[in-house]
């Protein structure tokens, strides 16, 4: 499992009086232009492993849920490519033998990884000694990249979507802002 967590770019951008741009600009092009300040945070994240689990742990006798399902066969056999319609081969596990466990390991395959990157862009409006204007927009996933939660790993009624990655993550979602300071 690998995370890494970036902060990029973090900062107020150089435009404006006593800046490296602009730093001869009238008021007015200094007021609308000056002042802005952009934020982004980059997460990428290699998938979790998970387990694959029985349809109910009542074949086993067991008082608690959680029955691993039985290995029959390869999740990754030769020549599979993965992808959202096919995570692994369901095709590998079955229901356990009454009255037995199942063999699988414990976290036996990865989930789908987290590539996103969040982005804010503010300004802030100086409106007397006290009192303060900041717009701002932010945006969460800004690229719109496809993240999806693990598959269905359960051998139950749901299994003809076993292996797919049915349930993808929020899309692109972006709000503005205002906000007062007195």
Known sequence: MSDAFFSVGAGNLPFGRGQAIGGQWNRVVDGLVAGWQVNSILTAQSGLPFSVYATSSAQCGCSSGGLRAELIGNPFPAGFHQSIDQWFDPA????????????????????????????????????????????????????????????????????????????PMPARVGQLALKFVF
């Open 92 to 167: 590998a596990f079955s229901d356990p033998p009454p009255e037995q466990y199942g063999n699988s390991g414990r976290n036996i395959i990865a989930g789908p990884g987290l590539t996103d990157l969040d982005f804010s862009l503010f300004k802030k409006f100086q409106l007397g000694e006290k009192r303060m204007l900041q717009v701002r927009g932010e945006y969460f996933n800004i690229l719109n990249h496809s993240n999806f939660l693990y598959p269905t790993s359960t051998t139950d009624a749901t299994w003809n979507t076993g292996g797919i990655l049915t349930q």
